[in-house]
Every structure is written in structure tokens, then in C-alpha cells.
């Protein structure tokens, strides 16, 4: 396997104009999926209708790192792993957003919340999961338990 192994992935951003009382937009991440290419290599609008407008943003590349291991990892245990987007909205206009990062990280992903950041989750599919999977494998270890002794366990002359 590579030093830092990368796919490319489309993000998909929907959004919704005045989906209650107190918006004018709303946004969410609708779907990520694998791009070999095919997308092309800017973002566009799919969908626009004044209501409801569909963006695609190709290209995006997803890099593994030996030292984000443990996130994958822990990513891998939940049940069902899933891609986190990082997206942001415009400050300027805030009827635009778009994809800033994806990630399989969960610590990557808690990074990211704890800095405000918006960040959502889409399930990712199986064959992810396995590359993803073959890359903990070969650079993950888990770190030893280190038990502590009650400090009525060591003899008076040592504590």
C-alpha cells in the first residue's frame, strides 16, 4: 500500500430555499461518492429552480496518514463507517456553500467540530470500508494499557 494512499471524491450539496421561518437557505450534504474522473474537474450546478438548486463538487481528495490511523480506526468500529464533509457557507452571499475537506478520520472529524467548524457525515460503501480497512491494518497498532498500581498496593518507602 502507498506512503499516503488517495482517492478522489464528488460531493454533492443540496439546498433548499426558506425551509422554515428563521432561513432564508438550507443545506445539507445529500451524497459523496468515488470520482475517477468522470465529473470533470469544476464544480456546477446540477439542479436550479429558485427553490431547490443541486451542486456538485468534483475532485476532492481523501489522503490517508499514518498518524490519523487510530481515527480510521475508530471510524471502522462504529458499525457502519461513514465519510465526514467538512462544508462551509459563504460569508458574503449565504445562499452558496460548498466542501471545503473529506475525511474517514473521527479524530479528524472532532478536530474540526471543536474549531466550529460545520461538519456532516454520509455512510461510506463497502468498498472504501475495505481499502480503508487494509490501511489500519498495516499501520495501526493500539497503544498498551497502562495499569496504575492503588497507591496501597506499593510499599510506604516508594510512594
Known sequence: MA????????????????????EDWGFRIA?????????????RTLRDDGG????????????????????????LRTGQPVWFVMWRIDAEDASRAWPELVTASYHE????????????NLPMPAEVRDWLQAFVDAH??????????PASFIAPEHR
Open 3 to 22: 506512503e499516503r494512499p488517495t482517492l478522489h471524491v464528488a460531493v454533492l450539496i443540496e439546498r433548499r430555499a426558506q425551509p422554515s421561518p428563521w
Open 31 to 43: 451524497e459523496v461518492c468515488l470520482d475517477d474522473g468522470g465529473f470533470g474537474a469544476e464544480a
Open 52 to 75: 431547490f438548486t443541486q451542486w456538485l463538487f468534483p475532485g476532492l481528495p481523501v489522503t490517508l496518514y499514518r498518524d490519523e490511523a487510530e481515527g480510521y480506526h475508530l471510524n
Open 109 to 120: 472529524a472532532a478536530r474540526l467540530l471543536d474549531a466550529q467548524e460545520r461538519v456532516d
Open 140 to 149: 495501526y497498532t493500539p497503544a498498551p494499557k497502562r495499569r496504575q498500581r
